[in-house]
Nanobody
Framework: QVQLVASGGGLVQPGGSLRLSCAASGFTLESYSIGWFRRAPGKEREGVSCISSSDGTTYYADSVKGRFTISRDNAKNTVYLQMNSLKPEDTAVYSC???????????????????WGQGTQVTVSS
């Protein structure tokens, strides 16, 4: 059974950190580019970051550059999103997704993603 499971969310104070995990089962995650997306209440889904399958190139939304880092551990079939210096506006449900389509700095937010995880809640509040 093909599955992506996102975890690691929680409640954190502004300025704090969280590390999200996206674990794959039923397929080899390194064969796919993996993106993280978030949806805040009342807002559209937003691309946060992506790591390519081909050479590990990473992409970030401007709103998280310098604060978030995406990485992958192929041995564990897992992709991580390290989130530092969190702000209240980072509050959202974060989901990971996998695509085999071509991606670059434009397409990573515009291609179709084949597999989606269920989402994990991140709340940044004092």
């Amino acid at each position: 059974q093909v599955q992506l499971v996102a975890s690691g969310g929680g409640l954190v104070q502004p300025g704090g950190s969280l590390r999200l995990s996206c674990a794959a089962s039923g397929f080899t995650l390194e064969s796919y580019s993996i993106g993280w997306f978030r949806r805040a209440p009342g807002k559209e889904r937003e691309g946060v970051s992506c790591i390519s399958s081909s050479d590990g190139t990473t992409y970030y939304a401007d709103s998280v550059k310098g604060r978030f880092t995406i990485s992958r551990d192929n041995a564990k079939n897992t992709v991580y999103l390290q989130m530092n210096s969190l702000k209240p506006e980072d509050t959202a449900v974060y989901s990971c997704a996998a695509t085999s389509a071509y991606i670059d700095s434009y397409y990573w937010t515009h291609v179709g993603y084949r597999y989606w995880g269920q989402g994990t809640q991140v709340t940044v509040s004092s």
